[in-house]
């Protein structure tokens, strides 16, 4: 039997927790859109995707509760109707995750990534779950939010390539990601910015129609430029394991986990 051959692809673990990583903002950038320019087609179908299955389960959740109506006026039920979400959309989120990711390390994807990574749905959902109730509870303080939102970021892909525990995974990234935290929001806030200049022509008396389509173009481009820069910035802090496949000249890789 041949003997199996793995190949890191940026950093480590063990660096990663000793901070031994450098995030150059600009760069990163610049690789994000290249990428972006070749590799969005896949991450915009799986938002689709995700985007029609989230309107399916809220309109089922909603029935079941008692309507639309209901649920609006209720904020147990809205509390509920997010957890049921949370809980059945984030592994098909992570496969989305994973796109980006792969992109960052040459690997082409397809809109069938976001089921690709279902083995690791149960500790994703929980895992998504963890993440949104304590940045829930930071966000009460505004600052504590801001910096587990950040600082946990990059926590879901852990799960899925590294094969780690929840907890495990949401104790590396917060050691990992303390030593370019600033860095990290200052490449996060540039996104967000550019998300909020989309909307900009709908506030300045551009015609709704116009100012829709250049909200939709600007995310068509935002939106796989966002998770192809998570994925740059994951293989960065934490690097990719790839199984190396094949005989010399005719070799592929493939995630490990």
């Given at each position: 039997?041949?003997?199996?051959?793995?190949?890191?692809?940026?950093?480590?673990?063990?660096?990663?927790?000793?901070?031994?990583?450098?995030?150059?903002?600009?760069?990163?950038?610049?690789?994000?859109?290249?990428?972006?320019?070749?590799?969005?087609?896949?991450?915009?179908?799986?938002?689709?995707?995700?985007?029609?299955?989230?309107?399916?389960?809220?309109?089922?959740?909603?029935?079941?509760?008692?309507?639309?109506?209901?649920?609006?006026?209720?904020?147990?039920?809205?509390?509920?109707?997010?957890?049921?979400?949370?809980?059945?959309l984030w592994p098909f989120i992570a496969g989305?995750?994973?796109?980006?990711?792969?992109?960052?390390?040459?690997?082409?994807?397809?809109?069938?990534?976001?089921?690709?990574?279902?083995?690791?749905?149960?500790?994703?959902?929980?895992?998504?779950?963890?993440?949104?109730?304590?940045?829930?509870?930071?966000?009460?303080?505004?600052?504590?939010?801001?910096?587990?939102?950040?600082?946990?970021?990059?926590?879901?892909?852990?799960?899925?390539?590294?094969?780690?525990?929840?907890?495990?995974?949401?104790?590396?990234?917060?050691?990992?990601?303390?030593?370019?935290?600033?860095?990290?929001?200052?490449?996060?806030?540039?996104?967000?910015?550019?998300?909020?200049?989309?909307?900009?022509?709908?506030?300045?008396?551009?015609?709704?129609?116009?100012?829709?389509?250049?909200?939709?173009?600007?995310?068509?481009?935002?939106?796989?430029?966002?998770?192809?820069?998570?994925?740059?910035?994951?293989?960065?802090?934490?690097?990719?394991?790839?199984?190396?496949?094949?005989?010399?000249?005719?070799?592929?890789?493939?995630?490990?986990?």
């Open positions: 039997m041949q003997e199996k051959r793995f190949v890191e692809i940026g950093s480590n673990l063990d660096k990663a927790v000793q901070g031994d990583y450098k995030l150059d903002v600009q760069a990163i950038f610049k690789e994000g859109w290249t990428l972006t320019k070749t590799n969005k087609q896949a991450i915009l179908s799986g938002l689709v995707f995700v985007f029609l299955m989230g309107i399916i389960i809220t309109m089922v959740a909603a029935e079941y509760m008692g309507g639309i109506e209901t649920v609006m006026q209720n904020n147990q039920s809205q509390v509920a109707i997010n957890l049921i979400i949370t809980v059945l989305i995750e994973m796109m980006g990711i792969s992109h960052a390390v040459g690997i082409k994807t397809r809109t069938g990534f976001v089921f690709a990574f279902l083995k690791r749905s149960a500790y994703t959902a929980i895992t998504a779950l963890i993440i949104a109730s304590i940045t829930s509870i930071g966000f009460y303080l505004i600052l504590p939010g801001i910096y587990l939102a950040v600082a946990l970021s990059l926590t879901i892909p852990l799960i899925v390539e590294k094969n780690m525990s929840p907890i495990n995974s949401i104790v590396l990234s917060l050691k990992a990601t303390r030593f370019q935290w600033f860095k990290l929001l200052q490449i996060y806030s540039l996104l967000l910015l550019a998300a909020l200049l989309s909307l900009l022509p709908g506030f300045i008396g551009f015609p709704p129609i116009i100012a829709m389509v250049i909200f939709f173009v600007a995310m068509g481009f935002l939106a796989p430029l966002y998770y192809n820069i998570k994925g740059i910035l994951y293989r960065e802090i934490f690097g990719v394991r790839m199984q190396v496949i094949g005989k010399p000249g005719e070799q592929d890789t493939f995630f490990s986990a």
